[in-house]
């Protein structure tokens, strides 16, 4: 079993900032919000897009994958009352000459294989395709 550690600390009114191992990562943490720092929903697409492209890195060797470039874009739909996502849509484009069959079994062993993916499917309906760039 892996485990992971995460620590917290509130700066101000304004941010907050999170640690794990040697990064850090500066939170928006204001009730106004601010531009320059994720808020939490930010926060959690984009630990969904690294789960997305890390999951790509691992299945890229097993399947002989020719990948030039990955980019994934995400977007979430937020309820106000009570707060929630209500659902979770995203894009994976990749650069490659592999055929249209085999972009689909990337895309399905990714699905298949990612810890913050599968996770976050049992709270929220994810839905994603996979397109070549």
């Given at each position: 079993?892996?485990?992971?550690?995460?620590?917290?600390?509130?700066?101000?009114?304004?941010?907050?900032?999170?640690?794990?191992k040697e990064a850090s990562l500066v939170a928006d943490t204001d009730l106004a919000g601010r531009q320059d720092a994720m808020n939490p929903v930010e926060?959690?697409?984009?630990?969904?897009?690294?789960?997305?492209i890390k999951g790509?890195?691992?299945?890229?060797?097993?399947?002989?994958?020719?990948?030039?470039?990955?980019d994934v874009k995400l977007h979430a739909v937020r309820q106000d009352s009570?707060?929630?996502?209500?659902?979770?849509?995203?894009?994976?484009t990749v650069d490659t000459d592999e055929p249209d069959h085999r972009i689909e079994l990337l895309h399905t062993n990714i699905r298949k294989?990612?810890?913050i993916s599968n996770t976050l499917a049992l709270a929220v309906p994810i839905d994603g395709r996979i397109v070549r760039k």
């Open positions: 079993m892996l485990e992971y550690h995460v620590s917290a600390h509130r700066l101000d009114s304004h941010g907050s900032i999170a640690l794990a926060l959690l697409l984009a630990a969904l897009s690294a789960c997305l790509a890195e691992r299945v890229l060797p097993m399947l002989a994958f020719d990948l030039r470039s990955m009570p707060p929630k996502l209500l659902s979770i849509d995203y894009v994976i294989y990612g810890t």
